[in-house]
């Protein structure tokens, strides 16, 4: 009975990998792990699978799930647990995970030459960590409404309104809200307790080590 339960299961895991994507299938082969299948209350909402992201393109031509490399998805999940225990209507919604360096690429053409070039890194200089399944960008949701909650930005917004350094300042000016300076801290705390470190120009993007930790120890998504 055992064996028949494994069988299953197997034949089930061998049918749901050949549905996915060429990008998808790709993915998996390099070791990256579909956050979807590890705790299935983490939304995904690719915003690089649409056209309104800063690039104005559709970048995953293909692609529709999340991957992380599997000891950031661990930790995503965590995340996920903490956020729960503390607001029990609140859930994750990741915007962006492990992404090829081909795709990196693409972004850096966009941003070359300008004053945003700060938001994107280089393929040039190894690109960044999102490139090794080692970052992700999320933002937190209602989970019966799936409305997201006020962060004072949009996700991808590049500017020094997104940044987590001068948040006191930001609502003193009257350019971001107490309650969504209050949201990004809940967002980092959950972060941070499950292993991850923000990044101080995108209140989104959260990294699990780091870039030279990436370069010596893992190898880029091709």
């Not at 029990?88 to 081909?102: H, I, N």
């Amino acid at each position: 009975m055992r064996k028949s339960i494994l069988g299953i299961c197997l034949l089930a895991s061998m049918m749901s990998f050949a549905q996915k994507s060429a990008t998808a299938q790709d993915m998996e082969a390099q070791g990256f792990v579909d956050i979807a299948e590890l705790d299935s209350t983490i939304q995904v909402d690719l915003m690089y699978s649409r056209a309104d992201n800063f690039t104005g393109k559709v970048l995953y031509k293909d692609l529709k799930e999340a991957y992380l490399h599997p000891m950031a998805a661990e930790a995503l999940v965590k995340a996920q647990k903490i956020l729960k225990g503390l607001r029990p209507d609140l859930c994750l919604r990741v915007y962006d995970a492990a992404r090829p360096m081909s795709i990196q690429q693409v972004m850096w053409n966009v941003v070359a030459g300008t004053n945003q070039s700060i938001y994107v890194s280089n393929p040039n200089n190894g690109g960044g960590l999102h490139n090794y399944g080692m970052a992700v960008d999320l933002t937190l949701c209602d989970e019966a409404t799936g409305d997201t909650l006020d962060m004072g930005t949009k996700i991808d917004f590049m500017g020094a309104y997104a940044h987590i350094d001068n948040e006191k300042q930001l609502v003193s000016g009257h350019i971001i809200s107490a309650s969504a300076k209050k949201n990004r801290e809940l967002l980092r705390n959950v972060m941070q307790q499950a292993g991850y470190k923000p990044l101080r120009t995108e209140w989104w993007h959260f990294n699990f080590i780091t870039r030279a930790e990436a370069k010596a120890h893992y190898k880029v998504i091709k």
